[in-house]
């Protein structure tokens, strides 16, 4: 590592979607605080999960990035988080049955509040004022604007409750295949596609039938290859947010040594005595935002310095030679299972960028992993004035990427999601993103609008994207 780097060298940058508190006395008592506070995640942990990474590097295994855009102090409730595990494990299920891969499931979860904005101020009737810049800075309330360094403590301990109760439901059986949530298909309005899916289900209902008769308990089997670790009953499950507020980063950057057992999955460790690393504790996954990853500023001097495995949004205005820079910064080693790459261009502009950077990757020798974000460049405005996207311009830019890949002698590793598994009290999935096979209108798209940030996709939709994905790796 570059002596220069450490936890705080990022001050010396310019930062990108800086928030401005009032009181830098009390931003920086409540980070002496942080940084007292245990760890939220452990080493072990991350380094499973860079293990894992390069599996998927090796077209082993299939990375599900999924959660919410933003998560909300408020939504913190049993119902929540259970819906919305529950969905990623459904949809992971799905892909594990279609593509015979492994999926190493990364949550937008248990940290994800700061959002980048394209705007510091908005207008709200006829004041301006601050933009809302998540919950861990400010309120969504027009009257709660001024960032409150406060909120950043509640952050940390919002992250961890929401991550003690994943933990839990995931060591209590929820995951178990014996209770799988019930995938009906009654909102699929087209007869053939429901055909279609009711086929999907059929044959996965069938494997665990089978498995069961035969006397062996699918929730039992270690389903990893090369790592022997998480059977279906008790899976592993990895946090991430996009790392944009870096007082609150480097609060959680604690140094550690290199778990033994993991030691050897890094490519620099030859000697036997113990190498310390600097970890980034809040979350297993991190990511830089669309927004922040300009190669002097802070953002990636922060991230350059961290063990964890890392994401970078690239964007349609990403250079290629921009890209190769980046990943020569952040990953001068060419480590594996350090850098994924979440391509978001949008479905009218993936044909024009993603084969390129593709191509410029595969020429620099960086070891990365290729995953979609068919979300981030597909949203639009309504007639009716809602942020919303089309599942068809999501499935489009996917389908896009799946194809441009194999032509280029790549894969597709993954894909990063917003959606969310989340119910209101009489049952009913929100209604944020247009068409799927529920086809979803725009007069309905009012009905249970619930998103503060991006729209996502609901429960019924999801699965839609889970079933095509299953299906095109099944062919
Ligand atoms: C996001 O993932 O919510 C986001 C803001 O993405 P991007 O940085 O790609 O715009
Ligand atoms: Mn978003």
Not at 169 to 176: D, I, P
Request: overall charge negative; hydrophobic content about 35%.
């Amino acid at each position: 590592m570059d002596p220069r780097w450490h936890p705080s060298s990022w001050k010396s940058r310019p930062v990108a979607q800086a928030v401005t508190y009032s009181d830098q006395q009390h931003l920086e008592r409540v980070l002496s605080k942080i940084a007292t506070l245990p760890p939220i995640v452990t080493p072990s942990e991350i380094e499973r999960l860079r293990h894992q990474l390069a599996q998927v590097q090796r077209n082993e295994a299939f990375l599900l990035h999924a959660g919410d855009c933003a998560e909300s102090f408020d939504a913190c409730t049993h119902e929540n988080i259970t819906h919305k595990i529950g969905l990623i494990l459904s949809f992971s299920l799905f892909i594990i049955w279609g593509a015979r891969l492994p999926v190493i499931r990364v949550g937008r979860i248990a940290g994800q509040y700061a959002k980048p904005r394209s705007s510091k101020y908005e207008k709200i009737g006829d004041s301006q004022v601050l933009s809302f810049r998540g919950d861990n800075v400010n309120g969504l309330d027009p009257d709660d604007r001024t960032p409150d360094p406060e909120r950043l403590l509640r952050a940390y301990f919002y992250s961890a409750t929401t991550l003690n109760h994943v933990r839990a439901l995931l060591t209590s059986g929820f995951a178990s295949l014996h209770h799988p949530r019930d995938w009906s298909l009654a909102h699929v309005r087209s007869p053939s596609l429901r055909r279609k899916f009711e086929k999907i289900v059929e044959g996965l209902s069938d494997a665990l039938d089978f498995s069961r008769t035969i006397g062996v308990d699918p929730s039992s089997i270690p389903y990893e290859k090369g790592g022997g670790r998480g059977t279906l009953a008790e899976v592993d499950f990895y946090t991430s947010h996009e790392g944009l507020m870096l007082d609150y980063e480097e609060a959680l950057t604690r140094e550690f040594t290199i778990p033994s057992s993991t030691s050897s999955t890094n490519s620099n460790s030859n000697s036997a005595e113990a190498e310390t690393k600097h970890y980034n504790t809040s979350a297993h996954f991190l990511w830089i935002g669309d927004r922040t990853r300009s190669l002097d500023g802070a953002h990636v001097e922060y991230f350059r310095g961290i063990r964890n495995p890392i994401g970078i949004k690239v964007g349609p205005t990403m250079q290629d030679d921009e890209l190769i820079r980046l990943l020569d910064i952040v990953n001068p080693d060419k480590e594996v299972g350090k850098v994924t790459l979440i391509t978001r261009y949008g479905a009218t502009k993936v044909e024009n960028h993603l084969a390129g950077h593709i191509k410029i990757v595969q020429k620099s020798g960086h070891p990365v992993a290729w995953i979609c974000d068919p979300m981030h460049g597909n949203t639009l405005t309504s007639s009716t004035g809602l942020k919303t996207r089309h599942f068809g311009t999501i499935i489009d830019e996917l389908t896009s990427c799946l194809k441009i890949h194999e032509k280029c002698g790549s894969r597709l590793g993954g894909v990063s999601m917003e959606f969310t598994g989340e119910l209101n009290e009489e049952g009913f999935s929100v209604t944020e993103c247009l068409g799927g096979s529920m086809e979803l209108t725009e007069e309905e798209l009012g009905l249970r609008y619930q998103s503060f940030c991006d729209p996502r996709l609901n429960f019924e939709q999801s699965l839609d994207v889970a079933f095509l994905i299953s299906n095109y790796f099944k062919k």
